[in-house]
């Protein structure tokens, strides 16, 4: 069973950072995908930053230049390092990890998420 954990959230001021971690149980390698979600107060969950196969990562744009992923492969763990923080990052953040599972007939993508750590940015 995988597991996530994230932890580093927290309140900050305008401009400030954080860093977010992803612990996972077991090797991260075995991920086709593993990302970065958030969600604000009423809104609809939304992509942050995406690792994809072949090592590319998508950012949304709002993010783009101020967020940064990666991953240390001997802590089996993802980062999200995010500078320059604005109120409207304000969310809870969820880690996401992506594989394919199933027989070989009929694999099918399974996500599995973390329980969330809460980003505040006060102005």
């Known amino acids: 069973q995988v597991q996530l954990e994230e932890s580093g959230g927290g309140l900050v001021q305008a401009g400030g950072s954080l860093r977010l971690s992803c612990a996972a149980s077991g090797n991260i390698l075995r991920f086709d995908s593993m990302g970065w979600f958030r969600q604000a107060p009423g809104k609809q969950r939304e992509s942050v930053a995406v690792?994809?196969?072949?090592?590319?990562?998508n950012y949304a744009d709002s993010v783009k230049d101020r967020f940064t992923l990666s991953r240390d492969f001997a802590k089996n763990t993802m980062y999200l390092q995010m500078n320059d923080l604005k109120p409207e990052d304000t969310a809870v953040y969820y880690c996401n990890a992506r594989r394919t599972v199933g027989p070989v007939e009929n694999p099918h993508e399974r996500d599995y998420w973390g329980q969330g750590t809460r980003v505040t940015v006060s102005s």
């Open positions: 690792l994809i196969s072949g090592g590319s990562i």
